[in-house]
């Protein structure tokens, strides 16, 4: 049976974004043998028209980071999407393996160290968390990068 990773973005909020930002980062997760769970794929065929709806989507989603193996989250924006860091936080939280891609290349912090704020990177380890944190397609599948390493383990 294959891992599950959450995949934490917010491109399916925009129909562009959806088409040509969302699939590449699909397919490199996949190509690592992973299941993805991409929320807006999953948990969003909903009618808008009945009461509840948004309460409905945020526990399906809520359950799925629960249920997963890992986050991988899209931590682009300044600040990064809130939806996505309370993804982020719930999946440290409950101390599942976390992985951070962010090409955006302005920086959010207030540390000379992390180039987000600090507590993103609290479910990263203190010693080689780069490893952890992805800064273009390609390295998503790097078999040096610490996604591919976990992908691989039993």
């Known amino acids: 049976m294959p891992k599950t990773v959450y995949l934490a973005n917010p ?24 299941e ?10 909903v009618d ?9 989507i945020g526990q399906r989603d809520f359950q799925d980071v629960v249920k997963s193996d890992a986050t991988f989250a899209v931590v682009n924006g300044v600040p990064p999407d809130e939806g996505v860091m309370v993804e ?14 962010r090409d955006d290349f302005r920086r959010a ?10 507590m993103l990177f ?7 968390w780069k490893d952890y944190y992805y800064t ?12 591919a390493r976990w992908a691989s383990s039993e």
């Open 11 to 34: 491109y399916g909020f925009s129909a562009q974004q959806k088409a040509m930002l969302l699939p590449p980062i699909v397919a490199a997760l996949e190509s690592l043998g992973l």
């Open 36 to 45: 993805v769970w991409e929320p807006f794929a999953r948990n969003n065929q």
């Open 48 to 56: 808008f028209s009945q009461q509840g709806w948004a309460y409905g």
């Open 88 to 101: 982020l936080g719930m999946a440290i939280a409950l101390g599942k393996p976390t992985f951070l891609f």
């Open 109 to 118: 912090t207030d540390s000379g160290e992390y180039p987000l704020n600090l």
């Open 122 to 128: 609290t479910g990263l380890p203190r010693e080689g």
């Open 136 to 147: 273009s397609l390609e390295e998503i599948t790097s078999p040096e990068k610490a996604l």
